[in-house]
């Protein structure tokens, strides 16, 4: 065995992401009844905090899973097998959530897009508007793409199924923007929002949830896909309107935390702020080792850049594993991999959850270091231009 570097893990993955102490000392809690009355103040709490982080005032209903659970509950609560999805493409969670829902015997149709650019609105208005019979069910989009560092502009895409006419439910894949980047369900018309523990929650793996709007609530009683532990309406029988099974109170007692440090302690649209700020650190800097043939950003749409995932595209003939492993096995510096097809192309560097200056700093100089290690071109001095941006902002 190789020995493993001193001093703290540098976590720089896109998902999970930093666990702060005050969470991890929260969700060490002793077992309770979930029928505590203690605890069902606690739960409800959490399910207005939650609501308050989705923007919404409609339903939400919790999974004891990761975030691939409210994914299939997404799915098997809305659609009956047969039904027709239109899936805009993104990237490797796109293709994923897509896969499922052919698994699950539903029929999906893609919207390509180029994954450095995503898909433009009028040709999800025009793929709605050729659906005359309004065989499609729903719009799925994932909202930041983790695997290519992009946004999809929500509203824009409501718009377009607004002018198309259509019917579809529209559904967003929320999981690595909530609680890092904009989203508002109400406002934006969104009839279900996919959410897990992981990401800008900084919650450990294993808890996700769904908001569903009131049109969707009256979809799920048509739908006839098989169910039982992720069935809606099994759900509001309990006690907690949610949860078939025991609750997984310990998550909660963490969660309880989690909205406190969002809401009260940082408030939400600084938290979104301070994600925009260290995002545009990241981007200022990849920006300038790309001179000189170096690394470049994946994503080639300005306007979409992702606050909460960089993917740094390497130069022709060398490879991004080379990079994650000297930073993790030389500095200890753990970075995201390219994902499918992008393996080996891209590393990413997370930056959502609890997250500061000095971290964003810490772990682009190492990347800076690992490039310069490995003879990969670039131009020396990103880290200096992220300072600059980060002195100045
Ligand atoms: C992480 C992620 C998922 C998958 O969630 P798991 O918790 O790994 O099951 C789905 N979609 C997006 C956009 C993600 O970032």
Redesign the pocket.
Known sequence: MTKKPRGRLFFAN??PTNIPDSILHAQAHHAVDFMDADFIELYNGCVAGLKRVLRTEQHLFFYT???????EASLVNLLSAGDRILIVETGN?SE??GRMASGLGIEVQTLPADWTKGAEPDAIRAALAADTGHTIKAVCC??????TGMVLPLPAIRAAIDAAGHPALFLA?????LGSIDFRMDEWGVDCA?G????GLMLP?GL?FTGVSNKAMEVHKTSKMPKHYFNWTNMLTRPHKSFIGTVPTSFFYGLREALRLIHDEEGLSDVLARHARLGEAVRRCVQHWSGNNGPQLFCQNPARYSDS?TAVLMPEGFNAEAIRKTALSRFNVSLGGGLARLNGKVFRIGHLGDLNEPMILGTLSVVEMALRMNGVPHTPGGVDAAIAYLAEA
């Open positions: 896109p998902g899973g990761s975030g691939h659970a409210a994914w969670f994923s959530w994932v909202h930041n793409e983790t695997a894949d929320t999981i690595s923007s996919v897990g523990s992981q990401k793996t996700s995932v």
